[in-house]
Nanobody
Framework: QVQLVESGGGLVQAGGSLRLSCAAS????????MGWYRQAPGKQRQAVAT???????NYADSVKGRFTISRDNAKNTVYLQMNSLKSEDTAVYYC???????????????WGQGTQVTVSS
C-alpha cells in the first residue's frame, strides 16, 4: 500500500506564496500520475494541477500562470508552488497519486489527508 503525507498549508495574505509538498511512502511499485486537488466548503473537489512521470503538466485555468506543479520521481514527491494567491484559492488541498501495484495490476488512486490553505484579503 501507499501512504501520502502532505505539508506546507497555512494562512497567507492575498498576493503571498505557499509551497505544498506531498511525499509517497510504503510499498511503491510505480506511480503514473501525481496531482493536487482542492475543495472549498460546499463545493466539489476539483483538479488544480497534475503531472505525469514523463513531466507533462496540466493546470486548471484559474491557477494557470500562478501555480507550478513539479515532481521528484526519485523521492516520490510532488510539489505545488503557489504564487500570487487570491482569496478564491482558499480550500483544503489534497494530494493524489495513481499507483500501479504490480506488473499485472491496474492503477489505483490514493489520497493524502488534506492540508488547509487560507488566503486573507
Amino acid at each position: 500500500q501507499v501512504q501520502l503525507v502532505e505539508s506546507g498549508g497555512g494562512l497567507v495574505q492575498a498576493g503571498g506564496s505557499l509551497r505544498l509538498s506531498c511525499a509517497a511512502s510504503g510499498r511503491i511499485f510505480s506511480i503514473a500520475v501525481m496531482g493536487w486537488y482542492r475543495q472549498a466548503p460546499g463545493k466539489q473537489r476539483q483538479a488544480v494541477a497534475t503531472v505525469t512521470t514523463s513531466g507533462n503538466t496540466n493546470y486548471a485555468d484559474s491557477v494557470k500562470g500562478r501555480f507550478t506543479i513539479s515532481r521528484d520521481n526519485a523521492k516520490n514527491t510532488v510539489y505545488l508552488q503557489m504564487n500570487s494567491l487570491k482569496s478564491e484559492d482558499t480550500a483544503v488541498y489534497y494530494c493524489n497519486v495513481w499507483h500501479r501495484e504490480s506488473d499485472s495490476g491496474g492503477l489505483k488512486p490514493y489520497w493524502g489527508q488534506g492540508t488547509q490553505v487560507t488566503v486573507s484579503s
